[in-house]
């Protein structure tokens, strides 16, 4: 299957899914929320070619930008994604 999105690209998306599932608890709760197949939701985690449709799901659930998930910036690095915290980085102050 072809796809629209860079290699790197996808590979922001499954991040953002892994974070996801992590918050939802359970790949079965996630495939619902994102209305797509258990078995799909799975087989892109494990590197089967991510669809702009499953970036655009995954933008909305997670109620970011679909550019922030294309991008890496959701979740944000260093996001807990039990609680949402984010690290507080030290500046020179």
Known sequence: ???DLT????T???TAL???RTRCGTWTALSRALR???NTVANVVRGQTVSPALAFRVARFAKA???DVLTGRFPAPGTCPYCGHMKEEL???
């Open 7 to 10: 290699t790197q690209e996808q």
């Open 36 to 38: 797509f197949g258990e």
């Open 1 to 3: 299957m072809t796809t």
């Open 18 to 20: 892994r974070f996801l």
């Open 91 to 93: 500046g020179d102050a």
């Open 12 to 14: 922001h998306v499954r």
């Open 65 to 67: 930008s679909v550019d």
